[in-house]
């Protein structure tokens, strides 16, 4: 089963463009330490079920959903 992880932050190719690809995502542990995974550690993780991403907004959980580009890769 998927452990739930919450993306708390993102870090994008270039930071100042709307349409840049995310390159990393990150949260904070339950111990208060930090995480930081590449877009390919993320994506392989749920593939293999392992994580569960959601975002949290004005107390509403939702999960960001894949995409999938033309060319059927999985995208964040």
């Known amino acids: 089963m998927a452990t739930n992880v919450q993306i708390k932050c993102i870090h994008k190719s270039n930071r100042a463009s709307a349409h840049e690809r995310i390159t990393h995502v990150g949260g904070t542990n339950q111990d208060g330490s930090h995480w930081k995974l590449t877009q390919e550690q993320a994506i392989l993780g749920l593939k ?4 569960a991403f959601y975002v949290e907004r004005l107390e509403h959980r939702s999960l960001p959903p894949p995409t999938f580009s033309i060319d059927r890769d999985l995208r964040l």
């Open 48 to 51: 293999e079920g392992k994580w």
